[in-house]
């Protein structure tokens, strides 16, 4: 069980400060009265073990995933929706070790998809990448806590991140129904009608994406893939998964233009490769007696993607001019893969989809 | 009850590092040949950098041979069987290197 503190509310949050518990934000004092409360919507024994990182020798209880989440400000509902996100993180095709530890900074990008994202208001139109809403910012908050105070991921301490970015503080991206027509993105995992998933990549910071003049669907699907083939991304030459957002118009015109979601990866993880010659242009030597080979393949051309099941694409944002998004992953395929995970109302979350997505 | 008010509170962060007693592995120099074992990471230079190393190090010590194993991802650790066929067979082992 965790050691209580008297401390005041006020006195609380200073602690916590001095104590390097917090993001840099104000946290909610996590009483034992509401860290009860979200373990009661789980019914997990404080000590029920979520999940471990056996390079740290650590483990995550219930009990402080919920104090954490609290602490983010979570609603004592989302703890089912917390617990499913950590598991996720937790799952050793998602390598949080390295995750948690690498310079380039990753941040642990939540995908939510299915009815929590309506009945908990996450923001899936407007400023779906943004800030305004509870679920999005505290959901993402929390998780980032855990990794932080549970597991060591602190500067100076277990996070080495040369630069890092915003979404370290939080980063939760919740699906809007896609287009008539096209499967969402917890049903491409294969989960049954009224799931809720969780999908964990491990992001660098959201690039947007701007086409406000094409008619042409095809035109938009160009503009996403010359973003995925930018020579300054790590993983561009060596092969990664990445998260392409469609935004109101793109996903609006490809559909109305025939386009299927697994038509759209395709066409993005061909458009996406890119030349020896470009990469070296841009200054960017290939790496060929390392860990990624970055030999080009018989056309001549080197992979972005691993594979065009290797594109999380998910429908969100709101109507305005013609913006999408594209979130790449931190490192190659082969240091971390996604991982996903249904959520229950009660106990441990479900493992889905453990193939590529 | 009003913020100020709240007279509990629960911590945290990980309560389990407990390292009590920690005692190296005695430290010798051999004086018999043997075998380095030197382990890359994977990344860029890597491999040359260790090498180097190795070079100085086969200067100051009776090194029968070097031996070179690489890990598919500087992000994993080395497999567990692969790591103590590595210890069965080296007197010596570099297994740390940094960015």
Same mark, same amino acid.
């Given at each position: 069980m965790a050691e209580q503190l008297n401390l005041s509310g006020t006195e609380a949050v200073e602690y916590f400060f001095d104590r390097g518990w917090t993001d840099g934000l104000p946290v909610i004092p996590p009483t034992p009265d509401l860290v009860e409360k979200s373990l009661g919507v789980v019914d997990?024994?404080?000590?029920? $073990?979520?999940?471990?990182v056996p390079e740290r020798d650590r483990h995550l209880t219930a009990e402080k995933a919920a104090i954490n989440s609290v602490m983010a400000g979570c609603?004592?509902?989302y703890f089912p929706l917390v617990v499913a996100a950590l598991e996720a993180i937790l799952?050793?095709?998602?390598n949080a070790h390295a995750v948690m530890s690498?310079?380039?900074?990753?941040a642990l990008c939540l995908i939510v998809s299915g009815p929590l994202v309506e009945e908990h208001g996450?923001?899936?139109?407007?400023?779906?990448?943004?800030? @305004?809403?509870r679920a999005n910012a505290s959901i993402g908050r929390a998780v980032r806590l855990v990794a932080m105070? $549970?597991? @060591?991921?602190r500067t100076g301490v277990m996070d080495a991140s040369s630069i890092g970015h915003p979404g370290k503080y939080s980063m939760v991206l919740a699906e809007t129904t896609p287009p008539t027509g096209w499967p969402t993105f917890v049903e491409e995992l294969g989960a049954p009608t009224g799931s809720t998933s969780v999908t964990v990549l491990a992001a660098e910071g959201p690039r947007q994406i701007a086409n406000?003049?094409?008619?042409?669907s095809r035109g938009w699907l160009l503009t996403i893939a010359s973003a995925m083939r930018c020579?300054?991304?790590?993983?561009v030459g060596k092969g990664a998964q990445v998260a392409v957002v469609l935004g109101y118009e793109a996903r609006e015109s490809l559909a109305h233009d025939g386009w299927s979601k697994d038509e759209i990866r395709s066409f993005l993880a061909e458009h996406s490769r890119i030349s020896a010659e470009e990469l070296e242009s841009a200054g960017v030597l290939l790496?060929?007696? @390392?860990?990624?080979?970055m030999a080009p393949e018989e056309d001549g051309l080197l992979p972005s $993607?691993?594979?065009?099941?290797d594109i999380l694409l998910v429908t969100a944002g709101g109507p305005g001019a013609g913006w999408s998004a594209y979130m790449p992953a931190w490192a190659p395929i082969q240091h971390s893969r996604v991982t996903s995970r249904l959520v229950t109302k009660a106990g441990h979350s479900e493992i889905i989809g453990g193939k590529d997505v | 009850m009003s913020s100020c008010e709240i007279s509990i509170v629960l911590r945290p962060?990980?309560?389990?590092d407990q390292i009590e007693n920690f005692v190296p592995a005695p430290r010798s120099v051999p004086t018999e040949p043997f075998t380095l074992s030197i382990i890359d990471n994977?990344?860029?230079k890597a491999k040359q950098l260790l090498g180097e190393l190795a070079s100085l190090l086969e200067d100051r010590f009776p090194i029968a041979n070097v031996e070179l194993v690489s890990k598919s991802s500087a992000g994993k650790p080395l497999e567990a069987d692969v790591a103590q066929s590595v210890a069965a067979r080296s007197?010596?082992?570099?297994t740390g290197i940094g960015d």
């Open positions: 997990l024994a404080p000590d029920a $073990v979520l999940g471990s609603k004592a509902e799952d050793p095709q998602f690498s310079t380039g900074g990753a996450f923001f899936h139109l407007n400023n779906a990448l943004g800030s @305004g809403s105070n $549970v597991f @060591g991921a406000h003049l094409n008619p042409d020579p300054a991304t790590f993983t790496e060929l007696d @390392g860990a990624h080979n $993607v691993s594979s065009p099941d | 962060d990980y309560e389990g994977g990344k860029p007197r010596m082992v570099i």
